[in-house]
């Protein structure tokens, strides 16, 4: 149980035999390695992982949410794709979902539950923009993962669909992808955008909201959100769960743009709440 407020306070002690620490972690996928960040919350017992997954480049890693996390009680596990960032390989959509399940293999291994003190059987997903679409399309293929927060998240599938049918906002999100373009490796943005037309139907989560509705989902989107616009990415998906009417989720829109600047506060607090309530 925690006695203070981590989005707004430190410890009230530190402890000295078995502190709080941030490590950087190096681990397998696919025969390549993938560079990470691994958080560790005070304390001897297991602690619950968080694995905190940034979005496409990666230039928001939420770093600020890691450590009101950690101070919570959580571990939390911070990695670059393959292909971005100095992780080796090269950078498609398709790794973001490969390289979680390696993440989650090296969490799992004894290794890492011995050094970083993991409950393995507490595994919450928090995903930003499209590591909200990887959080809980994988949440989706998976029965063991119960706990999924989206951050702006992104609906891959919806995505394609929509720049099939509108040449103009295809093209425009070439313009996009190439300006993020530096921080991957061996890519570029005609091949980014056609292996999102290519996986189109097996990428829209809304296809999956008969099994996330199964899951405890906290949905967060920006209202001016220009990357992932609400009536694309959120509204949908809030509409098909209530229509099947799920009670497992919370939602909210804050007012801010898609990396909430202006929300940091905001979005820790709703966060850490939701944390503090969940089951396993």
């Known amino acids: 149980m925690v006695f203070f407020d981590p989005v707004t306070q430190d410890p009230l002690y530190t402890n000295k035999e078995f502190p709080s620490s941030m490590t950087p972690v190096v681990f397998n996928s696919n025969g390549f390695k993938v ?17 905190l997954l940034h979005g496409f480049p990666g230039n928001e890693l939420n770093l600020d949410l890691a450590h ?43 290794e890492s539950i011995k050094k970083f003190r993991i409950d393995t059987k507490k595994i919450i ?33 919806a995505f394609a669909e929509l720049i099939e049918l509108d040449k103009d906002i295809y093209n425009y999100s070439l313009e996009k992808i190439r300006s993020a373009l530096p921080f991957v490796k061996n890519t570029n943005e005609e091949i980014l955008l056609n292996e999102l037309l290519q996986y189109k139907e097996q990428w829209n989560l809304l296809n999956y909201v008969s099994k996330l509705s199964q899951k405890n989902l906290l949905l967060i989107a920006a209202k001016y959100d220009s990357t992932a616009p609400i009536e694309i990415h959120h509204i949908p998906l809030v509409v098909a769960l209530n229509m099947i009417n799920s009670t497992n989720f919370e939602q909210y829109i804050l007012e801010c743009g898609h990396s909430f600047i202006d929300k940091r506060i905001e979005l820790a607090k709703i966060i850490s709440n939701w944390l503090s309530k969940i089951e396993y």
């Open 125 to 157: 997903l928090v995903g930003h923009s499209m590591g909200g679409f990887a959080s809980m399309y994988y949440s989706a293929m998976h029965d063991d993962i119960k706990n999924v927060v989206s951050i702006a998240g992104f609906n891959s599938g």
């Open 68 to 110: 009101v996390f950690r101070r919570q009680g959580f571990n939390v596990l911070i990695f670059h794709y393959r292909g971005c960032w100095g992780s080796e390989g090269t950078f498609y959509w398709k790794n973001l979902i490969d390289d979680l399940d390696s993440a989650i293999s090296f969490i799992k291994c004894e």
């Open 35 to 51: 560079l990470g960040t691994m958080l560790t919350a005070a304390g001897e017992k297991l602690h619950p992982m968080i694995i």
